[in-house]
């Protein structure tokens, strides 16, 4: 018995430990952000200005368990996270497999990489999950620098233009998709019939992501 107790007091220290282990992993694989010059420029590179909190998961399988400060830069689709103790914004070096950013109101935003077989997108880009299963919508925004030089001035104008597109996945195959119900229905004609039902009864906005990635779970139910 009391090797029993020595047993089961050692599995619960591995318990507690292993979690910090893991979040004491992702802050020493870490290197400084590469510093790139957005003085003088209208808006911001990243998706949201402000530090929001959220979960990472590395390629390595690796985990925060305690949630982090993010920041997702839209311009070079780097991840990155604020040091509690210096302040400092920081990436990592191990290549981040997904994330979550946990909003307010209790929204969360999922977002992954290493989506191959579409068109114009890098495996290391991070896409938004709006829906996830048998067919999966993802949504890509990404941000380009816009320069332009306004007649009789002797400097340009840079500025944050911010792109963004919709993917329908289906056994593999991904299909660009536009955020309206004609478009959507097109992708899914294998179950039109149940979606024209589900949309009249529900009154999709079209222009909510959320509602967006319900009509697509409902179809994944089909």
Partial sequence: MKTLRILAAYFCLMASVLPLKAQFKLY????PVMLI???NMEGTPYLYEDWQTGNVTLTNGVSNKEPMLLKLNLVNDVISFKDNATGQELEFV???QEFSLNLVAGATRHFKSG?????????TAFLEVLSDGKAQLLKRNNKIIFEQQ???SATKERTFIEKTKYYLV???KATVVKADRK???AALADKQSALDTYLNVNKINFKSDTQLGKLVDYYNTL
Avoid: Q
């Fill in 150 to 152: 306004p007649i009789g």
């Fill in 28 to 31: 020493t694989d870490s290197k």
């Fill in 115 to 123: 989506f191959k077989n579409i068109d114009g997108i890098a495996p």
């Fill in 170 to 172: 289906i056994d593999g």
């Fill in 37 to 39: 010059d957005y003085t």
């Fill in 94 to 96: 191990v290549p981040v």
């Fill in 183 to 185: 478009s959507l229905l």
